[in-house]
């Protein structure tokens, strides 16, 4: 009677005990490997008890044999600290890496590797982390924006290292590059861009695309803009032209392909660039307007 007695305690705990859907089995197995998901089967599911604790999530054990595309179940890691994935092809429709509910993240560390698809993510939402402290990302291709904007003060003493491309691209590979503005959207865009207020203690290093500030990173004026900006001749030697539809530019600057800035160009209504001086290679021309801003990529021979 006993025995009887604790078979239905024991039935009765299971099934009141939270459960978390983990419908992608490429994710459930990284946390079996991980001996986070007790019951060591593919089912779909972790008990939330399992996970809600965990700090450390390094997703890049064994990354070689993982396929994550879908990260649901990752919002009940309440109490995580350190998040590092590589090889994430996610499949939601807008592309957004979403850690919004992970309140408590204070790394982010996403490393891909020379394939053009790896980390296919446009958007990496970290709005609501304010305990956010160190981004990291190398070869999310398609990354288009960071959202750090909290709507009130923004997180300060953070360390941002982003590179759109894999560090050792060469070649005639630079053609396979994103032209769109990367952008990290803030609560004060004016305060970013001048390095003040909490900004100050932002450490931000870009690998091989310039950035900029933005208070709505409206992507859709963005690429609405590059059809109203063209430059030619691509390549150029001496002279770069810019052609322009109504716009105003309020701001024109010349990057290397490092993300280094090398020229500012100081009379905004000029229509030719002299651009004798820069060394032959792969540079961005960053344009800032009434109608937006947009980026350009052009080679100097």
């Not at 790394?107 to 053009?116: K, N, P, V």
């Not at 296919?120 to 982390?129: F, G, K, R, W």
């Not at 750090?148 to 759109?164: A, M, P, R």
């Not at 609560?187 to 900004?199: F, K, M, Q, W």
Request: aromatic share 8%; charged share 20%; hydrophobic share 40%.
């Amino acid at each position: 009677m006993k025995n009887v007695f604790y078979v239905l305690l024991l039935l009765n705990f299971l099934g009141y005990s939270q459960i978390t859907s983990i419908p992608d089995s490429e994710f459930e197995q990284a946390l079996i490997d991980l001996n986070i998901d007790s019951d060591g089967i593919i089912n779909g599911q972790v008990l939330t008890s399992d996970i809600e604790n965990v700090e450390d999530l390094n997703l890049a054990l064994n990354s070689g044999s993982y396929a994550i595309t879908d990260l649901t179940g990752l919002q009940d890691f309440a109490q995580l600290k350190n998040l590092r994935i590589d090889n994430l092809y996610l499949s939601n429709n807008d592309l957004s890496l979403d850690l919004t509910a992970n309140t408590m993240l204070e790394s982010l560390i996403m490393l891909g590797g020379d394939d053009a698809f790896t980390h296919d993510i446009e958007i990496i939402d970290l709005s609501e982390n304010p305990n956010i402290s160190l981004i990291q990302t190398t070869g999310i291709w398609s990354l288009k924006q960071l959202n750090l904007k909290t709507g009130t003060t923004d997180v300060s003493n953070l360390d941002i290292n982003i590179s759109i491309a894999p560090n050792n691209l060469q070649g005639d590979s630079h053609e396979n590059l994103n032209d769109s503005q990367f952008c990290i959207k803030v609560s004060d865009e004016a305060a970013a861009t001048a390095g003040t207020g909490v900004y100050s203690s932002w450490n931000i290093t870009a690998i091989n695309n310039p950035y900029l500030f933005s208070e709505t990173c409206a992507l859709n004026t963005i690429e609405f803009n590059q059809e109203l900006v063209s430059i030619y001749p691509n390549p150029a030697n001496d002279i770069l032209n810019i052609e322009a539809k109504n716009v105003k530019f309020t701001s024109i600057k010349v990057f290397s392909f490092q993300g280094q800035l090398v020229k500012v160009f100081n009379n905004l209504d000029m229509k030719t660039l002299d651009v004798s001086d820069l060394k032959k290679g792969l540079y961005y021309i960053a344009l800032k307007s009434d109608r937006g801003d947009m980026i350009k990529k052009f080679i100097k021979e």
